[in-house]
Structures are given as structure tokens and as C-alpha cells.
């Protein structure tokens, strides 16, 4: 009978190189991983953004979207009415907002404008940054 099995040499051999493989891949998953979260993120708070701006437009009301940023989460929320629309939370996901250009509020009125055009700059844990840009006709655009 002819034998099928492996050597435990070959499985040694098989799992060394397996190691080395994940030794030199394993830094460079960390880094990609790094990117992708700050680009999820900046992404999410760019819909957050143009979300509060369809909202204000929808139900002619203003909307303001709050950055607390010690507490890593953003509020929409309706002000004629006084209610909170949703949060988006951030926390966890590696990244820090620096302090918007226009302050920690942006507004949108039913017109879809925003009284101050805004920059939010999203910076990640390797110090790479993203923008979110409001304009003043309430445009958001992510650079």
C-alpha cells in the first residue's frame, strides 16, 4: 500500500514559511487598516452632513450638526421643534476631528445654505489627515 499522508518535516516547512508571510504581511495590514477607518469615517461624517442638510430642506426647519468632539460623536438635531434627529459615534474607530473652521456647529437653514462655510479636518491615529469641506450654498465635499 502506498502511504498518502506528509512528513512532519513537510509540515514544519509548510508552517515556517507560513510564519514568515505573516510576520512581514502583518505591519502592513495595521497601516492599511489605519487608512481604511480614516476614510470610512470621513466618509460617514460627510453623509451625516449632507443628511442634515436633506433634513433641513424636507421638513423646513433649521439643523444643526454638533461635533463633540471629547465625547467623539456628532448631533443632528432639529431646532424648531428642539429634538434630536440621531448621533453618529465615532469613538473606537482610531481617529480624532481637530477643530472645525466655522466652529463646533454647522447650520443649515430649509434653503440648504449654511451661514459660515466649514472645514473639518479627520486625523488618524498615523497622522494622516481627510477633509470635509461645507460650502456656504451647503455643498459638502471630502478632499
Not at 498518502?4 to 495595521?30: C, R, S
Not at 466649514?118 to 455643498?139: C, D, I, M, P
Request: hydrophobic share 40%; net charge positive; charged share 20%.
Amino acid at each position: 500500500m502506498a502511504q498518502q499522508g506528509k512528513t512532519l518535516l513537510e509540515m514544519i516547512v509548510v508552517l515556517t514559511v507560513l510564519g514568515i508571510v505573516a510576520a512581514l504581511a502583518g505591519p502592513n495590514l495595521i497601516h492599511l487598516h489605519a487608512r481604511v477607518q480614516l476614510q470610512t469615517v470621513t466618509t460617514e461624517i460627510a453623509s451625516e452632513l449632507r443628511l442634515a442638510r436633506q433634513l433641513a430642506a424636507t421638513h423646513r426647519d433649521r439643523v444643526a450638526v454638533t461635533f463633540m468632539r471629547e465625547r467623539e460623536m456628532l448631533e443632528i438635531r432639529f431646532l424648531q421643534r428642539a429634538t434630536v434627529h440621531h448621533l453618529y459615534h465615532y469613538r473606537g474607530k482610531g481617529v480624532t476631528i481637530d477643530e472645525p473652521t466655522g466652529g463646533d456647529q454647522v447650520m443649515f437653514y430649509p434653503s440648504g445654505r449654511t451661514a459660515s462655510a466649514t472645514t473639518v479636518r479627520v486625523r488618524g491615529h498615523e497622522g494622516r489627515t481627510k477633509e470635509v469641506t461645507v460650502a456656504f450654498n451647503g455643498r459638502v465635499n471630502i478632499r
